[in-house]
């Protein structure tokens, strides 16, 4: 998917969740920054080592998973 590839995965890196590239700062925070009102300039003051494609790159993310869907695995 576009975007994502300043999104990245590691076991080793804040207990695997989804990470901006080479930051230790997660999806999550940053969708949490912007559910509780900030805006993207307000963040990227906040945390100047972020870039706007960041936050981008999270808001797809988020979006692409809330749109994933999980299938049970048939029981034999």
């Known amino acids: 998917m576009k975007n994502l590839e300043r999104i990245t ?9 989804p990470c ?3 930051l230790r700062m997660t999806v999550g925070t940053v969708i949490g920054l ?9 963040i990227l003051k906040m945390y ?3 870039q706007l ?3 981008m790159a999270a808001l ?3 979006a692409w998973r809330s ?3 999980e299938v049970p695995l048939a029981t034999a």
């Open 48 to 50: 100047p080592y972020l």
């Open 9 to 17: 995965l590691n076991p080793e890196i804040m207990g695997g969740k």
């Open 34 to 42: 912007m559910a509780s009102g900030l805006n993207t300039d307000e």
């Open 67 to 69: 749109e994933e869907i």
């Open 53 to 55: 494609a960041d936050i």
């Open 20 to 22: 901006i590239k080479g």
């Open 60 to 62: 797809t993310y988020a």
